[in-house]
């Protein structure tokens, strides 16, 4: 049977993140990853756009929200949609974001699976770093909707580093402040901008291919992808990880 998400196969899938054994640290990202709030993000833009004349007046679709906006920083956004006056494109972007923020407050579900992975890695005792592009009141506010807020030991924020996604700084000040190993180390992504970040810092990303498309996903090279995180491939992997610790550490 043929995967719809364009994978490799789930036993070279698995021996990717089998090579980090004994893991360290598992890094996510935020919006897409833990939660599925593009379709928030997608309504505010639209919405925005409209009550502005953009596009003629007419409202974007997904297809021009994923090339234009998903995974981008705020700052590259509004290099898009206002090529000639960034100060206005900051201020939309910052008004667009007081709206999510608004609608975050009731509309916010997690992806499917994400609290049995996060007792996986509690269980293990394993490092962990959200690592968003969002804006800091964005990232802080869906962490503590989702009930993460203790869950994470620190959250990296594309705008405090030197530079944003696609580039691997984020993920980079992830490993230096959780003190962890790139070697030990695997990263859940959902943008093609962040896999190709943290294919850039050296790790494997396991990439979430919930809005975004899962061939534009593999262009970034993803170790491999995944519908959510009950996704059976995702478990085959772990499980491998863990046979792999239990072979070269006493811990279990």
């Given at each position: 049977?043929?995967?719809?998400?364009?994978?490799?196969?789930?036993?070279?899938?698995?021996?990717?993140?089998?090579?980090?054994?004994?893991?360290?640290?598992?890094?996510?990202?935020?919006?897409?990853?833990?939660?599925?709030?593009?379709?928030?993000?997608?309504?505010?833009?639209?919405?925005?756009?409209?009550?502005?004349?953009?596009n003629?007046?007419?409202?974007?679709?997904?297809?021009?929200?994923?090339?234009?906006?998903?995974?981008?920083?705020?700052?590259?956004?509004?290099?898009?949609?206002?090529?000639?006056?960034?100060?206005?494109?900051?201020?939309?972007?910052?008004?667009?974001?007081?709206?999510?923020?608004?609608?975050?407050?009731?509309?916010?579900?997690?992806?499917?699976?994400?609290?049995?992975?996060?007792?996986?890695?509690?269980d293990?005792?394993?490092?962990?770093?959200?690592?968003?592009?969002?804006?800091?009141?964005?990232?802080?506010?869906?962490?503590?909707?989702?009930?993460l807020?203790?869950?994470?030991?620190?959250?990296?924020?594309?705008?405090?580093?030197?530079?944003?996604?696609?580039?691997?700084?984020?993920?980079?000040?992830?490993?230096?402040?959780?003190?962890?190993?790139?070697?030990?180390?695997?990263?859940?992504?959902?943008?093609?901008?962040?896999?190709?970040?943290?294919?850039?810092?050296?790790?494997?990303?396991?990439?979430?291919?919930?809005?975004?498309?899962?061939?534009?996903?593999?262009?970034?090279?993803?170790?491999?992808?995944?519908?959510?995180?009950?996704?059976?491939?995702?478990?085959?992997?772990?499980?491998?990880?863990?046979?792999?610790?239990?072979?070269?550490?006493?811990?279990?």
């Amino acid at each position: 049977m043929t995967a719809p998400t364009g994978e490799n196969s789930t036993e070279s899938s698995s021996s990717s993140l089998a090579t980090l054994a004994p893991l360290q640290a598992v890094l996510f990202d935020v919006d897409g990853t833990l939660c599925d709030s593009d379709p928030l993000h997608y309504y505010a833009f639209r919405e925005m756009l409209l009550e502005i004349g953009y596009n003629g007046g007419a409202p974007v679709d997904e297809e021009w929200f994923i090339k234009t906006i998903a995974g981008k920083h705020n700052d590259d956004i509004a290099s898009a949609l206002f090529p000639d006056d960034q100060e206005r494109g900051i201020k939309f972007c910052d008004d667009k974001e007081a709206m999510f923020r608004r609608m975050v407050k009731e509309q916010l579900k997690p992806i499917n699976g994400l609290y049995k992975v996060k007792k996986w890695v509690e269980d293990r005792g394993l490092k962990r770093a959200a690592v968003t592009n969002a804006p800091r009141l964005n990232a802080e506010l869906m962490i503590e909707k989702l009930g993460l807020k203790d869950f994470f030991d620190v959250i990296i924020i594309g705008s405090e580093c030197e530079h944003a996604k696609p580039n691997p700084d984020p993920y980079l000040k992830a490993l230096e402040l959780l003190q962890v190993s790139k070697d030990h180390t695997f990263i859940f992504e959902d943008s093609f901008s962040g896999i190709k970040a943290g294919v850039a810092a050296g790790m494997p990303v396991v990439g979430l291919a919930t809005r975004n498309p899962p061939h534009l996903l593999m262009e970034a090279k993803p170790a491999f992808l995944i519908k959510d995180y009950e996704d059976a491939k995702l478990w085959t992997a772990l499980e491998d990880i863990d046979k792999k610790s239990g072979a070269t550490t006493t811990t279990v």
